[in-house]
């Protein structure tokens, strides 16, 4: 079966760097995806990668590694408007997105 | 301004009622999906469609319907809902590219908390 894996939840101190993993077993792979969610709302994109390495976007950066199955989400500088739900979402081989559970961080001051 | 609308916000209604959950777009985007929310299970996709008139089921179709007859309406049917259809929904829409790399990134609507008694 195909299944994607995350911690379900982390806390961090506002300032401070977190890093969100998510490794993934699916039947192919043809990009992942990074959202996040605020509670109550709708997911909102945040980063996506199909070919290994890392790529830097403001305080967000996102890393891939196809041959380990394996990404994360890198968090810098911390603001409580961080606190949120990530998910993690990759497209296999027919293009349909796999998503993970989710990880809620929790910012403390 | 560039959106995705879902109607109705909320909805309560009782087992075997009819209903829809209307979703447009105004972005001309060829690609519109619908998914399940539950907790602990993240996003679950219900139906897709990469361009009018053409759907596709997606992993927990069972219970639902959808039709793609406009570009920017995909609305979606619940012929006779039942408890287990309790969920929060979400309409998302992206600008299908195609080609070896897909790069859509999706837009999504604000959610409808459906609730089946």
């Known amino acids: 079966g195909q299944n994607i894996d995350q911690p379900t939840e982390m806390t961090a101190t506002e300032g401070a760097i977190v890093q969100i993993n998510c490794t993934y077993q699916?039947?192919?792979?043809?990009?992942l995806f990074w959202y996040q969610q605020h509670a109550g709302e709708a997911p909102t994109f945040l980063s996506y990668?199909?070919l290994d390495g890392l790529e830097e976007k403001g305080r967000f950066s996102s890393f891939l590694s196809r041959s380990k199955g394996y990404s994360y989400l890198l968090l810098k500088e911390l603001q409580m408007k961080d606190s949120a739900s990530y998910l993690c979402?990759?497209?296999?081989?027919?293009?349909?997105?796999?998503w993970g559970a989710g990880t809620k961080l929790i910012i403390k001051p | 301004e560039a959106q995705v609308t879902q109607n109705p916000r909320y909805l309560i209604t009782v087992t075997g009622k009819k209903l829809t959950v209307t979703c447009s777009q105004n972005m001309n985007h060829e690609y519109m999906s619908w998914y399940r929310q539950d907790p602990g299970l993240g996003l679950r996709q219900i139906y897709y469609s990469m361009n009018v008139e053409v759907t596709d089921k997606g992993d927990v179709p069972e219970g639902y319907k959808v039709s793609r007859k406009e570009k920017r309406n995909f609305p979606l049917i619940l012929e006779s809902p039942s408890p287990n259809q309790t969920s929060l929904y979400f309409c998302a829409s992206s600008p299908y590219q195609g080609g070896e790399y897909l790069s859509y990134e999706q837009y999504f609507g604000p959610g409808t908390r459906l609730t089946v008694t």
């Open positions: 979402a990759v497209i296999d081989s027919n293009y349909l997105l796999i």
């Open positions: 990668n199909v």
């Open positions: 699916t039947s192919g792979f043809n990009g």
